[in-house]
């Protein structure tokens, strides 16, 4: 079946700093691939997805392209700020039941002013 | 997207009582819900799946008696958990499927502390 694997946390950043979260996926296929955001006491949030790949999913300033051939989907953003302090996890369909999806193990992100 | 709804948002109850959460599609027709729990800075653990008007379909290692689940409308399921005790304290997450490329929408959470 599909897995998801997932940089360990917790990161720290401070504000404008560069950020990269790596995520590796096996499969079997090519899935939609997603980014999901956690903020502190709350659900999880679509962040960004790809659906095909080579796409490149882009969403508040987080961007993330599906690459077949490293099977990898790094999220990364330019300049973190604050607001961006949250849990952020991987995420594909698991198998072939299309409904169910499998997240990573999350990864922490604490920017500091 | 869909948005959905959760509650309680926070429930404290005695050990050995069943608490009931709430999940609400609020503008989506939902077929598919999923129930979730999470606890402290871990993923989410897919619980089971339900389907509206059916049995809901458990994980492996998920108690059926002990986490019953109803999903008799297009827009509400329910998670009891019954005779709870401290070890079902965590934090459960709904979602709504969608048939859009997989992508699910996801209520807030009920935070359960059970003492």
């Known amino acids: 079946g599909n897995s998801v694997t997932q940089m360990e946390g917790p990161v720290t950043l401070s504000e404008e700093a560069f950020l990269t979260i790596n995520c590796t996926y096996t499969?079997?296929?090519?899935?939609?691939l997603f980014w999901y955001v956690q903020y502190p006491g709350e659900g999880l949030q679509l962040l960004l997805k790809a659906t095909k790949a080579d796409d490149k999913g882009s969403n508040k300033g987080f961007e993330a392209t599906y690459r077949k051939e490293t099977t990898s989907f790094h999220l990364e953003k330019g300049s973190v700020q604050v607001s961006d302090s949250a849990v952020y996890f991987c995420?594909?369909?698991?198998?072939?039941?299309?409904?169910?999806?499998?997240f990573g193990p999350g990864t922490s992100l604490s920017v500091i002013p | 997207g869909a948005v959905v709804s959760q509650h309680p948002s926070w429930v404290i109850c005695k050990s050995g009582t069943s608490v009931k959460i709430e999940c609400r599609s609020l503008?989506?027709?939902?077929?598919?819900m999923f129930w979730y729990r999470q606890f402290p800075k871990q993923s989410l653990m897919l619980m089971a799946t339900s389907n509206e008007g059916s049995k809901a379909t458990y994980e492996q290692g998920v108690e059926k008696d002990k986490f019953l689940i109803n999903h008799a409308s297009l827009t509400l399921s329910t998670l009891t958990v019954t005779s709870a005790h401290p070890e079902d304290s965590s934090f459960y997450i709904c979602?709504?499927?969608?048939?859009?490329?997989?992508?699910?929408?996801f209520g807030p959470g009920t935070r359960l502390t059970v003492t």
């Open positions: 995420a594909l369909p698991l198998g072939t039941s299309y409904d169910k999806v499998i």
């Open positions: 499969a079997t296929g090519y899935p939609s």
């Open positions: 503008d989506f027709q939902a077929t598919t």
């Open positions: 979602s709504v499927g969608t048939s859009n490329g997989y992508e699910q929408y």
